[in-house]
Nanobody, 113 residues
């Protein structure tokens, strides 16, 4: 059974940082490109970042330079470091295999003063 368990979200002030984790199981992480996406209630999914099996990374323009995606295949975990957070970053964050629709339950990030 494929499982994706996101964690690390929370309430943070503008300019703050968080580190999200996505623990995976049920598939060989080293064989998959992984992505983080986010969603605000009432809006569609927004792609945030992708890391390939060769650790090539790409980012959406709103987060480029502030967020960093990484992976530890030995720990079956994907990470998203969020720095210099803005109120517009408030959303539920999900990890997923890039080419697969299925995602985890998500972790809430709220940026507010």
């Amino acid at each position: 059974e494929v499982q994706l368990l996101e964690s690390g979200g929370g309430l943070v002030q503008p300019g703050g940082s968080l580190r999200l984790s996505c623990e995976t199981s049920g598939f060989p992480l080293k064989s998959y490109s992984m992505s983080w996406v986010r969603q605000v209630p009432g809006k569609g999914l927004e792609w945030v970042a992708t890391i390939t099996t060769s650790t090539y990374t790409t980012y959406s323009p709103p987060v480029k330079g502030r967020f960093t995606i990484s992976r530890d295949d030995a720990k079956s975990t994907v990470y998203l470091q969020l720095n210099n957070l803005k109120t517009d970053d408030t959303a539920m964050y999900y990890c997923k295999r890039t080419a697969v629709t299925e995602r985890g339950r998500g972790t809430q990030v709220t940026v507010s003063s």
